[in-house]
T-cell receptor, first 113, second 114 residues
Framework: EDKVVQSPLSLVVHEGDTVTLNCSYE??????LLWYKQEKKAPTFLFML????IEKKSGRLSSILDKKELSSILNITATQTGDSAIYLC?????????????FGTGTRLQVTL | KAGVTQTPRYLIKTRGQQVTLSCSPI?????VSWYQQTPGQGLQFLFE???????NKGNFPGRFSGRQFSNSRSEMNVSTLELGDSALYLC?????????????FGPGTRLTVL
């Protein structure tokens, strides 16, 4: 059974801190790994990492895929209160008509003043 | 452009009933995926539709079904509801093929089964 595990489950930091969120996976036929940010209800897409694109950066957020260690990290520098959310990691397995996403349970990040 | 819309936003049903949820994707998007989110299991993939055809399916029983119409709007049906079906049901649309194409999520339908 495909498994995606995120750590820590929750995290409280002060504004300005740097945080690192972890995602590890045990899946068959890995295709890509995705990060989402979920505030309130609708998750919003952050990054997609594949074998041909193992590092992505957008502003204060960056992510790296380690295919050898079967894991990924999401880094947020100079955190702001607006970064408070649940961060979800998902792994795509299969491909074409057999493709599906398996999600981790998320890391709840709270950024305080 | 209007975002993904889902109706209804909240729903209360009793065990044994059936329910139909609706999702209207962003204009021009042809792929619609459905997800179930519960505190215990997190976000789980239900199925994906593209051009009125189911392309991918998660590990859910046959009580969960869906369809997509020619205008890309999609419906999800759950029959013989169980208490464990209480969850937030999210749909996401994307412009192209594949569930990993950039997906835009709707606000969700909160289903409570009593």
């Amino acid at each position: 059974e495909d498994k995606v595990v995120q750590s820590p489950l929750s995290l409280v930091v002060h504004e300005g801190d740097t945080v690192t969120l972890n995602c590890s996976y045990e899946v068959t036929n890995f295709r890509s790994l995705l990060w989402y940010k979920q505030e309130k209800k609708a998750p919003t897409f952050l990054f997609m990492l594949t074998s041909s694109g193992i590092e992505k950066k957008s502003g204060r957020l960056s992510s790296i895929l380690d295919k050898k260690e079967l894991s990924s990290i999401l880094n947020i520098t100079a955190t702001q209160t607006g970064d408070s959310a649940i961060y979800l990691c998902a792994v795509e397995v299969g491909g074409g008509t057999a493709s599906k996403l398996t999600f981790g349970t998320g890391t709840r990040l709270q950024v305080t003043l | 452009k209007a975002g993904v819309t889902q109706t209804p936003r909240y729903l209360i049903k009793t065990r044994g009933q059936q329910v139909t949820l609706s999702c209207s994707p962003i204009s021009g998007h042809r792929s619609v995926s459905w997800y179930q989110q519960t505190p215990g299991q997190g976000l789980q993939f239900l199925f994906e539709y593209f051009s009125e055809t189911q392309r991918n399916k998660g590990n859910f029983p046959g009580r969960f079904s869906g369809r997509q119409f020619s205008n890309s709007r999609s419906e999800m049906n759950v029959s013989t509801l169980e208490l464990g079906d209480s969850a937030l049901y999210l749909c996401a649309s994307s412009p192209g093929l594949g569930i990993t194409d950039t997906q835009y999520f709707g606000p969700g339908t909160r289903l409570t089964v009593l």
